[in-house]
């Protein structure tokens, strides 16, 4: 909303001295044989602010209150790692690690369900489409009058259900499931593509075996294909069907396909939802929705390479290869701890 950027700053600045004040308070009472503490100021500075500090950025906007925020952030992260390493001491191994990296958005959307309606694979339905932005407004309407606490509460109770249901209804109402073969989560960053899979969904047309596989290898070159009728740019970077991302006994939870969108001059291009109803597949954000709240409305996004450091005792300086994945971080801090590895675990001691 208005001012909101310029109220969130100070607050973001000041919680990153708190958690360290908190921290260092911690490790001078007691020993730990492990300590982890999260920073997420510089998720939300990242999303939020990188209009404001990128002058490439297509959502730039000029504010010599803000422009500096991204360095404000990083500086006193940097703060306030100096007083965690002082507080450990020099016996400690310390790993640095962010989850993912960051570029800015595209001011370009993506409607995936359009998309697949334009493909012939989905259809929406009048009364389908309404009863979704009737969802969607009284999850807004919720999201917004529920103070954050009693939200909290509310997801953890029995209405929780409900509340799920109702974002589900607000995502997937608006789709004519009779006649859909694919629908998309339609999430801001790797969106997902769900084949309507015989046996799994609850009105699935699509076989298993054949037709599926079939079916997720059309997709995924349609998607591939995909060009921008303006710019011939492409729209799509990549497609990976669920077992060349994931594995597992979870695996069957994972999207039929994870969609990688392309990044258009360094600026990558954002899933928006499609309402329950037909429209452009690829549309340009208007000046107003450039910044806002989450989703569509935020001018940084995540990008797949993050950071690691790591220092101090048993540490020897050399990574196999140059580089790591976060599966490696779980195997190699149980070592560091002395702790005897599972021979299923993910990742390797780095």
């Not at 209150?65 to 990083?74: F, H, K, N, V």
């Not at 009105?203 to 995924?220: F, K, M, T």
């Not at 991302?245 to 258009?264: E, I, K, N, Q, Y």
Request: proline share 6%.
């Amino acid at each position: 909303g208005p001012g909101w950027h310029r109220r969130a700053r100070p607050v973001l600045l000041a919680n990153i001295v708190r958690k360290t004040q908190a921290a260092c308070w911690l490790m001078e009472r007691d020993a730990y044989d492990l300590f982890w503490l999260v920073f997420s100021e510089s998720d939300t500075a990242g999303h939020h602010f990188w209009a404001f500090c990128d002058r490439s950025s297509p959502r730039y906007r000029p504010d010599p209150e803000l422009a500096d925020t991204l360095e404000a952030i990083y500086r006193g992260l940097d703060r306030a790692l100096g007083a965690l390493l002082a507080a450990a001491g020099p016996q400690a191994a310390v790993m640095v690690l962010s989850d993912h990296g960051f570029c800015g958005a595209s001011d370009h959307v993506v409607h995936l369900d359009r998309w697949l309606e334009q493909q012939g694979l989905l259809r929406f339905g009048t009364v389908a489409s309404r009863t979704a932005r009737l969802a969607g407004w009284l999850r807004e309407t919720g999201a917004g009058l529920v103070p954050a606490r009693i939200k909290q509460s509310l997801m953890r109770g029995n209405l929780a259900r409900a509340i799920m249901q109702t974002d589900g209804l607000a995502r997937f109402g608006g789709i004519d499931r009779t006649a859909c073969l694919a629908f998309s989560d339609e999430l801001p960053q790797d969106p997902g593509i769900w084949i309507n899979l015989a046996g799994r969904e609850p009105r699935g047309r699509v076989l298993p075996g054949q037709d599926y596989e079939r079916l997720r290898a059309r997709i995924a070159e349609a998607l591939l294909g995909w060009r921008d009728p303006v710019s011939g740019r492409a729209v799509v970077e990549a497609v990976w069907r669920r077992e060349d991302v994931a594995a597992g006994p979870f695996c069957h939870r994972m999207p039929d396909l994870v969609v990688r969108l392309a990044s258009w001059d360094g600026h990558r291009l954002l899933a928006a939802p499609s309402a329950g109803r037909p429209g452009p597949a690829l549309r340009r954000l208007s000046f107003a929705e450039r910044i806002g709240g989450k989703g569509v409305g935020t001018s940084g996004v995540h990008a797949p390479e993050g950071i690691l450091v790591l220092g101090g005792p048993g540490i020897d300086g050399q990574v196999p290869g140059g580089t790591a994945d976060l599966a490696d971080v779980a195997p190699t801090a149980a070592r560091l701890l002395g702790i005897d590895l599972r021979p299923d675990l993910d990742g390797q001691v780095l």
